[in-house]
């Protein structure tokens, strides 16, 4: 539970073990911010191993940031030079990231390839069936 006005934070033990003891008299709305650096780490590690995960809140974030254009023309936001910089940044730091992600996934695949051909699994059937059956093997 995480209610602003209250500085009530509440989390699982780990998190809150992982953050800076009140007896350092931390502010309140310090130890908060703490708690929510803590949880949205902790949620976006769990959200990357699964790619599932990933191809929603990618599929949410650009629903977001189509949803957005409008927002930005009607807010005179477009206008803006830091704004327009910003969508920039951000722009080249997805685009670098997914392909990143791709290249992983390549990785991955090309490992899973290499070790699928070195393994003679047609051979390895061959020489079980011949040693767990009264079948000699003919030449």
């Not at 703490?34 to 191993?49: C, D, T």
């Not at 830091?82 to 080249?92: M, T």
């Not at 992983?104 to 695949?109: H, K, L, P, W």
């Amino acid at each position: 539970m995480i209610r602003r006005a209250g500085h009530v934070c509440s989390l699982n033990a780990s998190v809150r073990d992982s953050l800076p003891s009140p007896s350092r008299r931390i502010p309140k709305s310090r130890r908060c911010v703490e708690v929510r650096r803590q949880l949205v780490k902790s949620l976006w590690s769990s959200i990357q191993g699964d790619p599932a995960s990933m191809q929603r809140v990618n599929g949410w974030l650009t629903i977001f940031w189509i949803a957005m254009i409008p927002i930005s023309i009607a807010t005179g936001w477009i206008n803006s030079v830091a704004y327009v910089a910003s969508l920039s940044i951000w722009a080249l730091v997805s685009d670098h990231w997914s392909a990143w992600q791709a290249a992983r996934v390549e990785v991955a695949q090309r490992k899973e390839e290499e070790r699928r051909a070195a393994e003679d699994m047609a051979g390895e059937i061959v020489e079980r069936v011949v040693e767990e059956t009264d079948v000699e093997r003919h030449r």
